[in-house]
């Protein structure tokens, strides 16, 4: 089994910044992918920015290209997402999840492809 805990949300102001960070537990020698995706109400959860667990690759929403950094500590078994320049639609629930050791490597933007998320924190950016 894995564990994720998401910590670091909260109300910021427009144009502010806030770090979120993910703790990892258990199996985590198989997780291949760490990915943030966020959910608002009344929306679909979507794809936020990934990382390749051992070599750092990473990806992102269009959305967030160029405001967020996802970025991982393998010794402390950490991901982290740097948000800057937030804005009203950023305020949304924001989940880690974790892609293992398995198929479907080539499409992790989807949701589907991940095998343990966190509970969500939630980051409200107020105008």
């Known amino acids: 089994q894995v564990q994720l805990v998401e910590s670091g949300g909260g109300l910021v102001q427009a144009g502010g910044s806030l770090r979120l960070s993910c703790a990892a537990s258990?199996?985590?020698?198989?997780?291949?992918?760490m990915g943030w995706f966020r959910q608002a109400p009344g929306k679909e959860r979507e794809f936020v920015a990934r990382?390749?667990?051992?070599?750092?690759?990473?990806a992102y929403a269009g959305s967030v290209k160029g405001r967020f950094t996802i970025s991982r500590d393998n010794a402390k078994n950490t991901v982290y997402l740097e948000m800057n320049s937030l804005k009203a639609e950023d305020t949304a629930v924001y989940y880690c999840?974790?892609?293992?050791?398995?198929?479907?490597?080539?499409?992790?933007?989807?949701?589907?492809?991940?095998?343990?998320w966190g509970q969500g924190t939630q980051v409200t950016v107020s105008a």
């Open positions: 999840a974790e892609k293992h050791f398995g198929a479907s490597y080539d499409d992790l933007e989807n949701a589907r492809r991940y095998d343990y």
């Open positions: 258990g199996r985590t020698f198989s997780s291949v992918a």
């Open positions: 990382v390749i667990y051992r070599s750092g690759n990473t």
